[in-house]
Every structure is written in structure tokens, then in C-alpha cells.
């Protein structure tokens, strides 16, 4: 047993936002399994330009789909708090806060890049839907992000940097706010998520989540989508349940 998982993602993307839940909700497990797990921003836009895709949106029975079956996929998570942006399209350039978290990701603990990442899907998919392709609104949304974020997962979070002090329990001072933001904004924070988003379509990329996993054999396999973990679970030959169709309760059918 053992492995990793590799997952490409955007927050601007609904089920890249649920597989990010699954994964961070099973994130404990996986470790005892041996299976490693990456986050890696990267831009969908540029994922469907790269590949020939189109969005969801402008395709009329997929997004008439869309509209049952994100349903079904937020049961997996009660209590989330989910809105359709009615602007998705513009919204969905999503550059600044990706470079942003890569910056993150380089220079902070993984707790504190996990605990951003999810605060930026939160934000972007919970009422009243933040623009996060305004420098200002992902300046604001960092210096508001809280430590160890959560959202519906509950539980405890993380405990921000060693021997720092977070009474105010945000993630990030006003000065490392402006620090992220300017490093955003140079050459080399732009070359990360370029290079990173031709990673994904080089490894087969046509959207998001995109699922790179790699066995305790070494072999690697990619998936797409945030239902195909039981199919994960098993090319990295890890114990898991399947789904399972049970018979009918007969004391009910009694009734």
C-alpha cells in the first residue's frame, strides 16, 4: 500500500472545491495508508483553452446536468453553504488568488496553505460570491482568513506558526498580506502557475479536479472528478467500501 495523490485544481471550480472537501475529510486516513496528497493551484481557463474543452456553462444539457448534480454532490457535505455565481465566467479568472497561493504554498506551512485554500473556496462559492479577481477583494480575503479554517468540516485547525502569536486568530499580519500580494505579482509567481497548469494538461488534463496517482508500485494513473475515489482507493490498493445495494427491509414492507 502506500502512494500519492496528486490533485490539480481551481477554486473558480465547483467539484475541484468538493474533491478538496473529500480529500481534507479522509486526509487523516490516507496518511495511515501511506498515501501522500498534494494540492497544486492551476488555472482552468487555461486547462480548457489547452485542451480543446469548453466550460460547463456553454453547453446547454450540461449545464441543465450541472444543476442536479451538483445537488447531489453537496449532500455529500451537509450544511454547505453553496451559490452559483450568475457571473461564473468572469468571476472564474481566477489568476491573482492562484498565484497568491502558490506564494503561500513556497513559503508557509502546509497547514496554513490548506487552511487558505479553503477560506478562498468558501468565498468564492458561498453567498454573496467575493470577486476574487480583484487584487483588493483577495487582499481583503487573506487578511480576513482565519487560522485553521475549516468550514464544514469542523474539528480543529491549525495552530498557525510555531512560537506566534494569533490572538486574533487571523492567518496573516497586514505586512504579510502586502508581502503575498506583491509576490503575486511578480514574474516569478506568474512562471509557477503557468508551469504548473502545463503540468496538469502534460499529464492529461481537459478540467477539474484533475487526479494524478501514483501506486505503491510506482505506477501512475490519472483520474478526473470528484467521484472517483472508490476507483482511486483501488489502484492504490487501499481498503475501502464500495457501494453497495442492500435488500429490502422487510420489517417495513410489512407495515
Not at 141 to 149: K, S, T, Y
Not at 161 to 167: D, F, I, Q
Not at 193 to 205: E, S
Not at 206 to 225: H, I, Q, R, Y
Amino acid at each position: 500500500m502506500g502512494g500519492r495523490i496528486d490533485c490539480y485544481l481551481d477554486i473558480a471550480s465547483f467539484y475541484s472545491y468538493i474533491a478538496f472537501l473529500e480529500l481534507q475529510r479522509n486526509a487523516e486516513l490516507l496518511a495511515s495508508h501511506n498515501v501522500e496528497v498534494e494540492f497544486h493551484p492551476v488555472l482552468i481557463g487555461a486547462i480548457n483553452i489547452g485542451s480543446g474543452n469548453r466550460p460547463p456553462w456553454m453547453l446547454p444539457a450540461k449545464a441543465s446536468y450541472l444543476a442536479f448534480d451538483a445537488r447531489r454532490a453537496m449532500a455529500r457535505f451537509p450544511g454547505l453553504p453553496v451559490q452559483f455565481p450568475s457571473n461564473l465566467e468572469q468571476l472564474a479568472k481566477t489568476v491573482i488568488p492562484l498565484r497568491c497561493l502558490h506564494y503561500i504554498k513556497r513559503t508557509r506551512p502546509a497547514e496554513t496553505f490548506l487552511s487558505t485554500l479553503h477560506y478562498l473556496f468558501h468565498l468564492f462559492w458561498s453567498p454573496p460570491n467575493t470577486d476574487l479577481t480583484k487584487p483588493e477583494n483577495v487582499a481583503k480575503a487573506l487578511a480576513e482568513a482565519p487560522v485553521g479554517f475549516r468550514g464544514v468540516l469542523g474539528g480543529a485547525g491549525g495552530n498557525g506558526e510555531a512560537g506566534r502569536s494569533r490572538s486574533d486568530n487571523k492567518q496573516f499580519t497586514p505586512a504579510e498580506v502586502e508581502e503575498i500580494m506583491r509576490a503575486a505579482a511578480t514574474s516569478e509567481m506568474k512562471e509557477v502557475l503557468k508551469a504548473t497548469t502545463q503540468t496538469a494538461l502534460d499529464r492529461g488534463a481537459f478540467g477539474n479536479p484533475w487526479l494524478w496517482v501514483t501506486n505503491g508500485d510506482g505506477k501512475s494513473e490519472a483520474f478526473f472528478g470528484s467521484d472517483r475515489f472508490h476507483f482511486i482507493y483501488q489502484f492504490l490498493g487501499v481498503p475501502y467500501q464500495d457501494v453497495t445495494l442492500l435488500p429490502p427491509d422487510r420489517a417495513k414492507s410489512k407495515l
